[in-house]
């Protein structure tokens, strides 16, 4: 039981963070191991994130070498690290955040790592994976409750996806709402319960998630889902069309094969949604001069809110996004939507 108490260290540390969620919700977090994979710009602000916010330990997975493009866009690497790999490149700066975590680094592929690998965390983030492995682990870690989540950044556009198991238990902190007087000359407005805004209650919740499988394979040929094809936001057809280019190619649309690359995006834009059913008019023709490379503001953006719900679902503190989240970084704004299941 020692272990689940907070130390005078550790409450000066975390002293802003236990006013703004609990005490409780800080144990829970500092009791928690997470594995993230893939050190590029979205891992260096989720690193980042979850080291400040106080989880227990955090892995750094990711076997590939740093290069001028790899960091561009990611601060936890040093300037004179090309060739080094990017996991052990972050180590140092990464744990400078706070000496109060665990910080490893993993030099090993992802996809070399076997099933009991991913079952020690408490939740997995999977950035710059291909498609079946991203299932694949979803399914290994849905079978011991383990949260997952998946994200990734091309040029302006980002996503961050969620699967917290078919039950998820949380609380969250609701206004107060007071009954109403019952005195005779107060009339019958006085009856009607009233929200205090100044008193709080917490509220217990519970909520189900979908496989990432079954959101990555809606049936865009049924009724219901047509019927909601136009306020389906286009990042979602955007991600299907990168991550088979990611699958095909084993690799991202890259800048200095711009010509090439964009012709091929174009392929499998078509290629993709003739498969679902769709018109290729869903994406028109100039989404390809905006998904090279990672660009720093919007993984800044898309790392921050896939850190807080990494935090939220660990902490088992506030409504968490279910289950994708996209940010168009043309736009300005992003968009929460459910996939899959309900």
Same mark, same amino acid.
């Given at each position: 039981?020692?272990?689940n ?5 550790e ?11 609990g005490l409780?919700?800080q144990?829970r977090?500092?009791?928690s191991?997470?594995?993230?994979v893939g050190?590029?710009?979205l891992g260096?602000e989720?690193?980042k994130?979850l ?6 330990g955090? $892995? ?6 740093? $290069?001028?493009?790899s960091?561009?866009a990611?601060?936890?690497i ?9 996991a052990?490149a ?6 400078l ?5 665990? +910080?490893?680094a993993? $030099?090993?592929a ?8 991913? &079952?020690?965390?408490?939740a997995?983030?999977l950035t710059r ?9 979803d399914?290994?870690?849905?079978s ?7 994200g ?6 980002? *996503?961050? &996806? ?7 238990h949380?609380?969250?902190?609701k ?5 109403g007087s019952n005195e005779?000359?107060?009339?019958p407005?006085?009856?009607?319960p009233? +929200? ?6 917490m +509220?217990?919740k519970?909520?189900?998630f979908?496989s990432?499988?079954e959101?990555l394979?809606?049936d865009w040929?049924?009724e ?7 306020r389906?936001?286009t990042d *979602? ?6 991550l ?9 649309p890259q ?7 964009s012709q091929l995006?174009l392929?499998?834009?078509d290629?993709?949604?003739? $498969?679902m059913?769709l ?8 989404f390809?001069s ?7 503001p919007?993984?800044?953006?898309v790392?921050?809110?896939l850190g807080q719900?990494i935090?939220k679902?660990?902490?088992q503190?506030?409504a968490?996004?279910?289950?994708f &989240? ?6 300005g704004s ?9």
């Amino acid at each position: 039981m020692e272990d689940n108490i907070i130390s005078e260290e550790e409450a000066a540390q975390y002293d802003r963070q236990i006013r703004l969620w609990g005490l409780d919700a800080q144990k829970r977090l500092r009791g928690s191991r997470v594995l993230l994979v893939g050190l590029r710009g979205l891992g260096a602000e989720v690193a980042k994130n979850l080291i400040l916010a106080g989880v227990k330990g955090l $892995t750094l997975l990711d076997h590939e070498q740093v $290069t001028e493009e790899s960091r561009r866009a990611q601060f936890l690497i040093p300037v004179d690290a090309d060739g080094q790999n990017q996991a052990q490149a972050s180590l140092e700066r990464a744990q400078l955040l706070n000496p109060m975590v665990e +910080v490893k680094a993993d $030099t090993d592929a992802v996809e070399s790592k076997p099933d009991d690998f991913f &079952f020690q965390f408490d939740a997995v983030c999977l950035t710059r994976c291909s498609k079946d492995l991203m299932v694949r682990v979803d399914q290994l870690c849905a079978s011991r409750n383990i949260k997952v989540f998946c994200g990734d950044v091309y040029g302006y556009h980002g *996503y961050m &996806f969620s699967d917290l198991g078919q039950e998820h238990h949380y609380v969250e902190e609701k206004p107060k709402v007071v009954k109403g007087s019952n005195e005779a000359n107060d009339g019958p407005e006085a009856k009607k319960p009233k +929200v205090d805004p100044n008193e709080t209650t917490m +509220v217990k919740k519970t909520i189900s998630f979908s496989s990432l499988k079954e959101a990555l394979e809606v049936d865009w040929t049924n009724e219901k889902a047509k019927s909601s094809l136009k306020r389906t936001p286009t990042d *979602y057809f955007l991600l299907q069309v990168l991550l088979k280019f990611r699958t095909d190619k084993g690799r991202d649309p890259q800048p200095d094969s711009f010509a090439e690359d964009s012709q091929l995006l174009l392929q499998i834009r078509d290629d993709v949604l003739e $498969t679902m059913g769709l018109s290729s008019e869903l994406l028109p023709n100039t989404f390809v001069s905006y998904c090279f490379s990672e660009m720093a503001p919007v993984c800044a953006v898309v790392g921050g809110v896939l850190g807080q719900e990494i935090v939220k679902a660990l902490s088992q503190r506030d409504a968490p996004h279910r289950n994708f &989240f996209f940010f168009d970084g043309l736009k300005g704004s992003g968009v929460v939507d459910y996939f899959g299941s309900k």
